[in-house]
């Protein structure tokens, strides 16, 4: 390739970190940060029985959230020994092995994909691998991350490398202004939508467009979580000053004239005018409206104003097959207006939604209202930074006040790994990113949202669109 | 890892499209360890009612399939999240080879890694193939991992392409962190550059 030719963001990472190159066509990645969290352990006993130790345990950053409980923060109230083990056994690992451990006392746990932007640690221009689907969260700060299965993980910790092979490149514009009451989380659901759950496969993402660089860094750090709903490897979006700003201070972020130099180098990571991507999709910011999920995959999204879609109307058998047995599982009728569609539960947090601004969105509509009669309500936030934010902010008090539950940091209802599901049949607006059959439970229905709108829905007990409630027309 | 080379055996259905990782290995599993019996946990939802009762009609508890090695599958198998697990509870059940017209990407990876073999094949020919499992449910599949066919119950054979590294450990049965920490040295020179590169 001549020095010439114009590359995209993700090829200029991609080029800094190849170490050699298989005859196969693999390229073997050098990875700047690895984060881990209490779902690891199999990876360390992988180790354990080569007799092989971490490569450079500086680069391994570990915090308990999938097995923590949200009503506590001492691992021995686990009641489940099984449970209890995963989060003792990171610390156990960490003490060993002598990576840095975010632990449940120290005051920075919380969800891994929360915390290493938080920290500093997620940098534009880095290769971050984690052994979860939504690693690609960390692309928002213009890095190349991605999720990694447990035997890679145990490769990466004895190696500090990966073996990939190149993927493709998919570019999505979303150019306009956002309506009001309207997230990244809604781009998003929309996005997934669009192009479908496969949409995206064996590509990493970059959005670009006037709406996604008009993204808080918080909002383009939802819209990089879901990409991997999409199918995509990784999603990113080009470092600029709202990232820098971001970063700036952060307990990990390079500081004095290193952070000069480290700026310097992030502005050049940005891809090239006429670099080619495999793939573009482009999105009309105006189209997007408040995005709910009615069905059991993410691409099942609907406008909150619109209706649940009628399997009469499906493309082909197989089609209409599929949406019966999701109407089935959901317990919904075809035609039924989405907003008549009443809930059990709210969930607002994770890695999706659990960050600082997502709780502010949610407090705003909480404020002077009431959760709904038979409705239970939870806050989680995504990290213990967040958690000492809100309440600085008081919207811990204006949750409760409400009649949110206000909880510690963890994966919790996202995932349910630590015991907090919803019974079978339980209606959930969710703020998370997977709405699965059994994700929140056996038989729970999971419904996707943004925290604004996830709010609304504890607060008259039914999917509302959140506009009303912020007195815009609709 | 076990190695791979011919798998002969009845073909198990699974015909939907974007079956998920948590439908594959629920999240409550998770925590089991390595050597636990994932394959008890293959589709548990699906497969059993809440009261532990079998669900006839899922596939896994018809009779003849129950011992079925070869899976096939819809588009987009294996998305969703990337839990590894799911690939332990389909080869802890007793598959080795899961056939359809694509994967979750990063469910494709772990499999080759754990001697579960992901067959991509053209759309059209899965569903041929769906349908004749399930008219002739005894009907046998061929996977040869030497040869890069797949022969179908009705004799017609199909090639597949794969990653020839990860067809050499499969059928070697060798994993990959052997021959990465055999490049010890370019790594340590990598990481020599790039410290200076970074500051
Ligand atoms: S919050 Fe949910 S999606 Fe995010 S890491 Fe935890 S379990 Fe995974």
Known sequence: ?474 | MERFQVVRSVAVPFPKSNIDTDQILPARFLHLPRDADHGACLFRDLRYRPDGSEIEEFPLNRPVWRTGRIALCGDNFGCGSSRENAVWAMHGHGFRAVIAPSFGDIFAQNGLKNGLLPVRLLAGTVAMMIAQAETDPQGEVTVDLQAQTVTAADGSVHDFEIDPFARRCLLEGIDELAFTLGHDEEIAAFERRFGRENS
């Open chain 1, 1 to 474: 390739m001549s020095a010439a030719t114009p590359r995209t963001m993700f090829d200029k990472i991609w080029d800094r970190h190849r170490v050699l190159e298989r005859e196969d066509g693999q390229t073997l990645l050098y990875v700047d940060c690895h984060l881990l969290h209490d779902g690891t352990a199999p990876a360390f006993e992988m180790l354990k029985a080569r007799g092989v130790r971490l490569r450079a345990p500086e680069r391994a950053f570990a915090t308990p959230d999938h097995y923590m409980p949200t009503d506590t923060r001492v691992a021995a109230d686990i009641p489940n020994p099984a449970l209890r083990e995963m989060v003792v056994s990171l610390e156990r690992n960490a003490a060993a092995e002598g990576f840095t451990l975010f632990g449940l006392q120290d005051g920075r746990q919380g969800i891994v994909h929360v915390v290493g932007p938080e920290e500093g640690l997620s940098q534009p221009g880095m290769i971050i691998v984690c052994g979860d689907s939504h690693t690609s969260t960390h692309g928002a700060l213009g890095a190349l991350a991605f999720g990694i299965g447990m035997t890679e993980v145990a490769h990466v910790l004895a190696t500090q490398c990966l073996w990939q092979r190149k993927p493709k490149t998919m570019r999505i514009t979303v150019d306009g202004e956002l309506g009001a009451g309207v997230t990244a989380k809604d781009v998003i659901l929309h996005v997934i939508a669009t192009i479908g759950t496969a949409g995206a496969t064996g590509h990493v993402v970059e959005y670009a467009g006037s709406a996604v660089r008009g993204l808080t860094m918080e909002g383009r750090l939802t819209l990089c979580n879901m990409s991997i709903e999409a199918g995509a490897r990784a999603g990113m979006v080009a470092p600029d000053e709202t990232t820098f700003a971001y970063l700036a201070g952060r307990p990990r972020a390079p500081q004095g004239a290193e952070w000069d130099r480290a700026v310097g180098r992030w502005r050049d990571l940005r891809s090239d005018p006429g670099a080619r991507f495999d793939a573009e999709v482009a999105i009309d910011a105006a189209e997007v409206a408040p995005t709910v999920t009615w069905g059991t995959s993410p691409q099942e999204a609907v406008p909150v104003h619109g209706c649940v879609p009628d399997p009469a109307t499906a493309p082909g058998a197989e089609r209409r097959a599929a949406m019966e047995e999701m109407l089935d599982y959901m317990g919904l009728e075809p035609g039924q207006r989405i907003e008549e569609i009443a809930v059990d539960r709210v969930f607002i947090g994770s890695c999706t939604n659990g960050r600082i601004e997502d709780l502010r969105a949610a407090a705003t509509i909480a404020r002077g209202r009431r959760v709904a009669a038979g409705v239970t309500a939870w806050v989680v936030p995504g990290s213990a930074p967040v958690k000492r934010q809100a309440e600085a902010e008081g919207l811990d008090r204006i949750f409760r006040e409400a009649g949110f539950a206000w909880r510690e940091a963890g994966c919790s209802m996202c995932i349910g790994t630590n015991g907090e599901i919803a019974a079978p049949g339980e209606r959930v607006a969710s703020t998370s990113n997977r709405n699965f059959r059994g994700r929140q439970g056996p038989g729970a229905r999971t419904h996707l949202m943004s925290p604004a709108m996830a709010a609304a829905a504890a607060v008259t007990g039914r999917i509302t669109d959140v506009r009303r409630l912020l007195g815009k027309t609709v």
